[in-house]
Structures are given as C-alpha cells and as structure tokens.
C-alpha cells in the first residue's frame, strides 16, 4: 500500500519542479502571496551565515565568508612601497575581486565575468569612503616607505548577493590582517623579517618592532533586496536574481551611518518607502553580521 503513495508524492515533486522551471515567475509569486519564499525563508530574513577567520595560511590576513551557499575566500598580502608623493604618510590597498569558472555555470573558461569589475569598484568604493582603514597606519618611513596592501576575493560559489558576501570576507580579512615585523637594511632598505629572525637580535633595529593589527573604524556592513512589485525581499539567491531583476544594495556602517546606497537599473521604482524599509532591514542585518565577526574574532583569540 505504501508504494502507490510514495509514487505519487514523486509525481506530486516532479510537477512542482517542472512548474518552477516552466514558469518560475508564477511559481515564486505563489509564495510571495503568502509571505514565504521556495526556501522558507520568510521575505525579509537573510540566509544563515558564517565566518572563518586565518583560511590561508600563507597570507597575512584571511577569511573564508558563506551567506547560505554564496562562498567567498578572501587573503591579504602586504608588500613594501614607495609612497606617492600626493600622499607621503600613507600607504595603499588594491583590491581585486575574481570570479572563476567553478563558482557558476554562467561563468565561461577563458571569459571574464562580467560582475568581477563591477563589485571590484564597489568593494573599493566602499572601503575607502566607509574610512574603515587609516591608510596612515600602513606608513613606515614618511616619504620613503608604505604597506601595499593587496586584497584578492574569490568567489567559490556564486549563488546571489554576492558583494554582501564579499564585503563580509574583506571586513573579516582586514580584522584577521596581522601587519609583518620590517627592518633597515645595510643599503637603507626596509626588508620583511622572518620568523626565524624574530628571536634573534637584528642588526638594525626594526621599524615595527613586533606584528600589529590595523585599527578598524566605522566597519561597513551591506545587505542586498530585491524590489518586486510591493514585496521586498532580503539576501536573494541567484534563482531570485534571475527573474526579479531589481536590486538594491544598502551599505551602513557599524554605527547604522549610511556609507552607500546602490541601485544597478531594475524595472521597479526606489520610491521613499522601499528605501526606508530597505534601510531598516539593513540596520538589523549590521547588527548580526558584527555579531558573527565578533564571534569569529573572539575565536580566533582563544584559540
């Protein structure tokens, strides 16, 4: 007797999913009627999320970010400059964001995504006017010598919302960075000291003596909705992407401040009411993503 049933809710699956894929439009809307979404999220609550501080061990800061299956890897690497002499006191940060063919079937070998520059501008764009770093920490000798700090994110798998998830990697990259011990050489050069070197009594006495953390201000956090007709819905999956086109992305930092508000095109009007609605989603986002890098942070310590 058990056997008609279970082929019937098997019939029962494959008529759902062959809804989905024929008409995914109707079929997301079915849900958004009843304030649920395919995944059972309700419409504003964003996907779990989790935070790996020190995932490259040859880096000098790291993290590996997951926002549901969106996956990003994040690593820092520090090199030593000649400072520009606009800026003499300050050092830099290059940031690059690389999407490779495993992290979606939409990404080609030998083509270059098409979102890897755009969401590279963004991260810098929002690093920069957040002020979460003071590049004039990265100075060592004024006019002579700076950090070059050189973030590569990679996307390991791209299933929607994917600045967020990359902003995230790179906040808790920076939080993970530990800047290295240089010295003078016997030409006036700054060098990296080794580890090995690091017990021993040095020649010249170091720059910096011992490794150091940046202090980080006004961390920014982001959260990504999609506008469709009167429903909002936060942290989309690529699927949700697909077929609701309009996205917002609000950025604001640990102080709820807005950093940046981005709008890429869409068929749906940003009228005051969504912003604001998008906003407050948003302000409680802030509040549980510093709640998980606080965590990931305070883990890293004990450990």
Known sequence: MGVPHASGDLSSEMEVDAFRHLFPLRYFERHLSESIRPDARPLGRARDTT???????????????????????????????TPSTE??????????????????????????????????????????????????????????????????????????????????????????????????????????????????????????????????SSIPFSLTCILHKNYILADPTAEEESIMETLVTVVLDSSARLVSFYKPGGSVFAYTSAVQDCVALTRQRVKELQEILDEAISGMETD
């Open 51 to 81: 935070l790996a501080l020190g995932a490259v061990a040859s880096a000098q800061g790291s993290a590996l970010a997951k926002i549901g299956s969106t996956t990003m890897l994040a690593a820092i690497k520090m090199e030593v400059m």
């Open 87 to 216: 800026s003499p006191e300050e050092g830099c940060i290059a940031i690059d964001f690389h999407m490779p063919p495993i992290c979606s079937p939409i990404v080609r070998p030998g083509r270059p995504a098409e979102a890897a520059p755009v969401i590279s501008k963004q991260l810098s764009d929002t690093i920069s006017s957040s002020g979460m770093i003071n590049l004039k920490e990265l100075s060592l000798v004024s006019g002579k010598a700076a950090w070059m700090a050189y973030l590569d994110i990679y996307c390991l798998d791209a299933d929607g919302a994917l600045f967020d998830a990359a902003l995230l990697s790179a906040v808790a990259a920076f939080s993970h960075l530990q800047i290295p011990i240089v010295s003078l050489n016997d030409d006036g050069k700054i060098v990296l000291v080794s580890e090995e070197d690091v017990g021993a009594k040095l020649e010249k006495e170091p720059v910096n003596k011992e490794k150091r953390k940046l202090t980080l």
